[in-house]
């Protein structure tokens, strides 16, 4: 017992010492080269390596925090020389903290140019931007937009390389979608430009599964004149039975199928006590938005016993429809933002040809109704449309179609459910049972469910990374394998999930 004690003693200490060594080489390279680092005895340190879901706790040894391209460069070469993994931190929104899982992060923080080129109408923007900050910058630059997801603190960065929904996204696409080029910084530390025209097949992976093909430094991005007009709208329901929960589920998610235009952000939500609201965005003018509307309502009421819904309809500018659907501000700080959650969630993604059966439905909503959850957590479902009459997303290409210049892998979808459940002061510690609790919901559902493909920027950590990449990639995954053997064949740029 004594030998084994001090024989794991002295592995640890072997160990200890082995990772002093590297990281007091990687230290030197970055001095050397100049590069800003932070250390863990740096003061600031915890907040630096804090993720937005404090289930987790990284546990980097070094972050960078570049100034420029060339700056950049050299800390990859400083991490390839010594075969040091390497991650990107953006926003830092990862629902797994991948920002975070290399032993050298590179923060991607004093990235924050945002330009517009006023002939063109594309953006420049640097991969340390928050979306709340490019949304502003790019409305009093040009009254612009582009499309992307609701919370100002989200970074473009992990962003526009593996997704990015918004609203506005049947409209306009996703974020990745509007990437018409991206300088990039290689594994090797080779400086690069990726589009369509150059370096294309990194270009195609950069686009849906890039954390790990390269680190991006700034992105070109297609912007769309800002509409004048937005109805930012939701209607509450309570249904008693889960059955009858299933029936306007089903009307709901027929309806915006069938009938949502894509100037429509649509979708359900569903909360504890019954809630199931469902809302959007119109980008359009209210008479429109009316007619549009009543069938869906008219529908919707007689499934809920000829009773009104609780209704928020609002006429909003294009800031003020962004600054209501984040709930907050959306100037943010590209430093000493401190919005946090403890949570675990999953994500299915329906095809349009097969949107959730009744059966399903009904299961899944007598879970639901029954189920306690653990230490008060709270949960969340939310399903949000992606495909529909005229979406943006579904007409364009699928990542395996020869013409596709994107690795986003979910052309053909009804909608992106994420169900999400959380501590309920948001704060740790994680209860180990909320993990069950969102698995249920699933597996509530059936095989229907089980073996649906998955969304990557809502991260599933408990996916293991073979499974992982399938339900993320699906049939691009060995274009992928072949990309990042090319591109980084050591393995230096670190997705814990990706290649
Ligand atoms: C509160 C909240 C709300 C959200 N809302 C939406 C939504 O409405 N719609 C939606 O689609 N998604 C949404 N998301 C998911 C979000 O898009 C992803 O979590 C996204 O990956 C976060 O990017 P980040 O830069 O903030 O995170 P980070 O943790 O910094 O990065 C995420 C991943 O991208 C990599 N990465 C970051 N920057 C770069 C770069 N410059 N080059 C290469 N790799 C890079 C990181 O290494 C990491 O693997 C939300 C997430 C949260 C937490």
């Known amino acids: 017992m004594r030998a084994t004690t001090t024989l794991f003693s002295l592995s640890l200490l072997l160990a200890v010492s082995a990772r002093n060594t590297y990281r007091s080489v990687l230290t030197d390279c970055l001095n050397t080269a100049s590069v800003p680092i932070l250390l863990t005895s740096t003061t600031g340190w915890a907040d630096e390596i804090e993720p937005y879901n404090l289930r987790f706790t990284p546990a980097p040894s070094v972050v960078a925090i570049p100034r420029t391209q060339a700056e950049v460069q050299s800390a990859v070469k400083c991490a390839h020389a010594n075969k040091i993994r390497v991650s990107v931190k953006g926003g830092g929104h990862s629902y797994g903290a991948y920002g975070l899982s290399g032993t050298l992060v590179l923060d991607m923080a004093e990235f924050q140019t945002v330009n517009l080129d006023q002939t063109t109408k594309i953006a420049t923007v640097g991969a340390g931007v928050r979306l709340g900050n490019m949304a502003n910058k790019l409305f009093s630059l040009g009254k612009r937009g582009v499309p992307h997801g609701t919370c100002e603190g989200v970074g473009i960065g992990g962003h526009a390389t593996l997704g990015g929904f918004g609203l506005d996204s049947r409209l306009w696409g996703l974020t990745v979608d509007t990437i018409s080029s991206v300088t990039a910084v290689l594994a090797n530390g080779t400086a690069v430009t990726a589009s369509a025209s150059q370096n294309k097949e990194l270009f195609w992976a950069l686009r849906g ?6 680190v991006v430094t700034s992105f070109k991005l297609k912007t769309f004149a800002a509409p004048a007009v937005n109805i930012n709208w939701s209607y509450t329901y309570s249904f008693p039975t889960p059955a009858a929960a299933a029936t306007a589920f089903q009307i709901a998610q027929t309806w915006g199928q069938q009938s949502a235009p894509k100037e429509l952000g649509y979708g359900i939500m569903l909360f504890p006590g019954n809630a199931f609201i469902v809302r959007g965005v119109y980008y359009g003018a209210k008479a429109k938005y009316d007619a549009l509307i009543a069938p869906l309502l008219a529908k919707l009421k007689t499934a809920h016993g000829g009773v009104e819904p609780t209704k928020s309809v609002k006429t909003l500018g294009w800031i003020d429809s962004l600054t209501d659907l984040a709930g907050a501000a959306l100037a943010t700080p590209a430093r000493g933002y401190d919005a946090h959650d403890t949570f675990y969630a999953k994500s299915i993604v329906t095809a349009e040809s097969a949107p959730l059966s009744f059966e399903a439905l009904t299961a899944l909503f007598t ?21 529909g009459p005229g979406s943006v997303i579904n007409s364009l290409p699928a990542s395996t179609d020869p013409s596709s210049t994107s690795s986003y892998a979910h052309r053909t979808a009804g909608y992106v459910f994420q169900l999400y459940a959380y501590t309920a002061n948001s704060l740790p510690p994680f209860d180990a049972d909320i993990i069950p609790l969102v ?47 090319q591109v980084d064949p050591m393995g230096i740029l670190y997705n814990p999930q990706g290649f």
Do not use: C, H
């Not at 599964?209 to 390269?214: D, E, L, S, T």
């Not at 399938?470 to 049939?475: A, Q, S, T």
């Open 209 to 214: 599964a890039g954390p790990g093909f390269a």
């Open 367 to 387: 879970y639901l109704y029954t189920v306690v959850p653990p230490s008060s957590a709270q949960w969340m479902i939310i399903a949000n449309l992606y495909g």
């Open 439 to 485: 698995e249920g919901m699933v597996t509530a559902m059936g095989e229907e469910a089980a073996d649906l493909p998955a969304y990557a920027p809502y991260a599933d950590p408990e996916l293991g990374q073979a499974e992982a990449q399938v339900r993320y990639w699906g049939d691009g995954v060995a274009r992928l394998k072949v990309i990042k053997a």
